[in-house]
Nanobody
Framework: QAQLVESGGGRVQPGESLRLSCDISGFTKGYHQFGWFRQGPGTNREAVACIASDDGTKKYGTSMKGRVAISKDDVLNTVSLQMIRLKPEDTSVYYC?????????????????????WGQGTQVTVSS
């Protein structure tokens, strides 16, 4: 079964930037949507950003909107999340996710319940 592998997490100070990457090489055939989600201790998994593989449509969650950008690299087969001006409340485990769609799918979902392929997650800690 294809796997998603995240990288790029770590510890940064407030105000700094961080870039997460997700290897999606097992999901290059057909139609897919990809997303970044995060889950902190005692919280529900929430959407950070999502992107459609066919037309590049993007959606952003409310918690980090304006401070994140999702992108897809078709040469490296990665989906990346660039985060800027990080805050201590951004501390969380960040997950990459994928869902298979079709040529007839017109709606980009950024709901965690819609995704059925998940990476192991990468820890992001924002602390001074």
């Amino acid at each position: 079964q294809a796997q998603l592998v995240e990288s790029g997490g770590g510890r940064v100070q407030p105000g700094e930037s961080l870039r997460l990457s997700c290897d999606i090489s097992g999901f290059t055939k057909g139609y897919h949507q990809f997303g970044w989600f995060r889950q902190g201790p005692g919280t529900n998994r929430e959407a950070v950003a999502c992107i459609a593989s066919d037309d590049g449509t993007k959606k952003y969650g409310t918690s980090m909107k304006g401070r994140v950008a999702i992108s897809k690299d078709d040469v490296l087969n990665t989906v990346s999340l660039q985060m800027i001006r990080l805050k201590p409340e951004d501390t969380s485990v960040y997950y990459c996710a994928a869902r298979e769609t079709s040529a007839f799918t017109i709606w980009l979902s950024c709901s965690a319940d819609a995704y059925n392929n998940w990476g192991q997650g990468t820890q992001v800690t924002v602390s001074s």
